[in-house]
């Protein structure tokens, strides 16, 4: 970790700082958006409410899923790298959801954007905590908390806008131009902050999280079915 005397909010981290929070913001706009699609996509690609609520439950079963890793990736992997990957796999998901003529379709789409989110959403909170000046410090995680608290407010009205004038699919088109943004930001100012080390992944430890995430989720959803 950067010594806090060292620390600058210099312009570079500001950008890097809003790179994150746009693809933050997006991801958790995004979800709460798509809740108000759920009886268009079950007409449009005649499936039932059992099924089509996998759009947001896979997403966040990802998300949840992805989020216990953060601590691994950060000291193995340079911030840098994690962004682009995580911006990747949000343009990749979001691309392919727009475009998706099948259900699975989109719900493959938004299980890579729930990959990009769960990285973005805990990057943003790192690169604050590592580069920003002791001073500066809560003033800036509360800017970064309000971002994460707004997204879920803006995010059905929203989605429900766009849903009665454009369609669906343009909840997704609209967000490429803010993640291209995000891309450019983070790619061109995020700094590495910690040094990396050459630490080891406890996989059967977290194969055994997965199931227990995933099992919750389907016992879940069985006992709403028939309740």
Same mark, same amino acid.
């Given at each position: @970790? ?11 981290l500001? $950008? ?15 979800? /709460? ?5 759920f009886p268009?996509?079950m007409?449009?690609f005649?499936i ?6 996998w759009?947001t439950?896979? +997403? ?8 216990p890793?953060?601590? +691994?990736?950060?000291?193995?992997f340079? %911030?840098?790298?994690?962004? /682009? ?5 949000f343009l990749?998901?979001t691309l ?5 003529p +099948?259900f699975n379709? $989109?719900l493959?789409?938004r ?6 989110t769960?990285i973005?959403?805990l @990057? @943003? ?8 000046p002791?001073?500066? $410090?809560?003033?800036?995680i509360?800017?970064?908390?309000l971002?994460?608290?707004?997204a879920p407010?803006?995010?059905?009205s929203?989605?429900? @806008?766009?849903?009665s +004038?454009?369609?669906?699919?343009m909840i997704?088109?609209?967000?490429l131009? *803010? ?6 930001l983070?790619?061109k ?11 080891? *992944?406890?996989f059967?430890l977290y194969l ?10 389907f016992? %879940?959803?069985?006992?709403s079915? *028939?309740?």
């Amino acid at each position: @970790m950067t010594d806090s005397s060292a620390r600058v909010l210099d312009a570079r981290l500001l $950008l890097s700082i809003i790179a994150a929070g746009i693809m933050s913001f997006s991801g958790v706009v995004v979800e /709460t958006a798509m809740n108000v699609t759920f009886p268009t996509l079950m007409h449009e690609f005649n499936i039932g409410t059992s099924l089509v609520q996998w759009v947001t439950t896979g +997403y966040l079963l990802v998300l949840a899923l992805i989020i216990p890793t953060s601590a +691994y990736l950060k000291r193995r992997f340079a %911030t840098r790298s994690l962004f /682009t990957a995580a911006i990747a796999s949000f343009l990749a998901g979001t691309l392919l959801a727009a475009w998706s003529p +099948y259900f699975n379709v $989109l719900l493959i789409g938004r299980l890579l954007q729930g990959i990009g989110t769960g990285i973005a959403l805990l @990057m @943003m909170f790192n690169i604050i905590l590592e580069q920003v000046p002791g001073e500066r $410090l809560g003033f800036m995680i509360g800017i970064a908390s309000l971002i994460t608290a707004m997204a879920p407010a803006v995010g059905p009205s929203l989605g429900g @806008m766009i849903v009665s +004038y454009f369609g669906w699919r343009m909840i997704f088109v609209s967000l490429l131009p *803010f993640l291209l943004l995000s891309a450019v930001l983070g790619i061109k100012n995020i700094r590495q902050a910690g040094k990396l080390e050459q630490s080891s *992944f406890n996989f059967s430890l977290y194969l055994l999280l997965v199931i227990g995430f995933s099992s919750l989720i389907f016992a %879940t959803i069985i006992a709403s079915d *028939f309740g």
